[in-house]
């Protein structure tokens, strides 16, 4: 058994450096092409990324390192502890989360889990539940600019955000008890607390920012070489009962990588298919929002595979339940 681990971990690794190779040559070759795919990507995190995040990151840290969350995380804990095993500090990580969007829950639960506010097992659970993108996002930039109307976007966040809730219900006996005490944790005093949160949150954002740009030019160079055609033959024909086409199969493709240009995509044709497949690649995240959060998960210890089988497990959630609302409401 060891020696096969040994066998699929070295297969695992020449193929990465394979995918690596070509992503360096492609780049060398085409700079130009793939300078400005880059310069895209940058712009995007300038303008759009970068003002939303970095006050959320800043006032969450803060509220972290100072321990005002002491007494809040005791007063919600009998209404979270039985049904999702969490303590009350997770309602605030919670609302956190759904209101400013990715990777802010993420980071939260990283937080939290430094200051001894969280065990190991609640962690992993509180990375489901706060993993989640914002409503400026899902009713403002898909809703009504992508799809050009506003009750798409509050039927993709309504499904988003309950398909997180579900998530974490089906997990809720992943890991060990929550701790349910925290008079002693998150009080000691930290006279560099605004130094510290201003610090963390500046080179939070701009990880977040090399990843936006990174994903970007990869998607780019996947599309132009038309590597990701097998993925876009196989979704198509899965879906082709439900009316999916080439170009919708192309779209679901593309959001695997970076979910707002295949959520955009998807915009050109709105019908219950398309906004449910938004909704699965906004809640999956795609593996630019995955990288992003993992950033953050694994100063918590969070185990890879169990945060991308929990966000693939939502993000079946959140397709299913909008499909059916879009028959309903659209």
């Not at 297969?11 to 990465?16: C, D, E, F, P």
């Amino acid at each position: 058994m060891k020696k096969l681990f040994s066998l699929k971990r070295k297969w695992v690794n020449y193929a990465l450096f394979l995918i690596l190779l070509f992503l360096i040559i492609t780049l060398s070759i085409f700079p130009e092409r793939y300078s400005k795919s880059t310069y895209k990507g940058v712009i995007l995190w300038g303008t759009a990324v970068l003002p939303s995040l970095l006050p959320y990151f800043f006032l969450t840290a803060l509220l972290t390192k100072t321990g005002v969350l002491s007494e809040f995380g005791n007063t919600l804990t009998p209404l979270t502890k039985k049904p999702f095993r969490l303590g009350g500090i997770s309602v605030y990580a919670f609302f956190t989360s759904v209101l400013s969007g990715y990777p802010v829950g993420s980071k939260i639960v990283s937080d939290l889990k430094k200051s001894n506010a969280i065990s190991l097992g609640e962690a992993h659970r509180l990375s489901l539940l706060c993993s989640t993108s914002g409503p400026l996002f899902i009713i403002g930039a898909v809703g009504s600019s992508m799809f050009g109307d506003k009750t798409i976007g509050f039927i993709l966040y309504i499904t988003h955000v309950l398909s997180a809730i579900l998530t974490a219900l089906i997990f809720r006996n992943a890991g060990g008890d929550p701790k349910c005490n925290f008079s002693k944790i998150l009080t000691e005093k930290d006279d560099n607390a605004l130094y510290d949160a201003i610090y963390s949150s500046v080179i939070s954002v701009l990880i977040v920012g090399g990843f936006v740009s990174v994903f970007f030019v990869i998607s780019e160079i996947l599309t132009d070489f038309k590597i990701l055609y097998p993925l876009t033959l196989l979704v198509t024909a899965v879906l082709r009962p439900l009316g999916a086409d080439l170009e919708i199969g192309k779209a679901f493709s593309v959001g695997i990588i970076e979910f707002t240009k295949g959520s955009q995509m998807l915009s050109q044709a709105v019908c219950p298919l398309t906004v449910s497949l938004s909704c699965f690649l906004i809640t999956f995240g795609g593996l630019s929002v995955i990288m992003q959060s993992l950033v953050f998960l694994k100063k918590a210890n969070v185990k890879t595979g169990f945060f991308i089988l929990g966000k693939l497990v939502q993000a079946t959630i959140s397709g299913l339940l909008c499909y059916f609302s879009c028959l309903i409401f659209l």
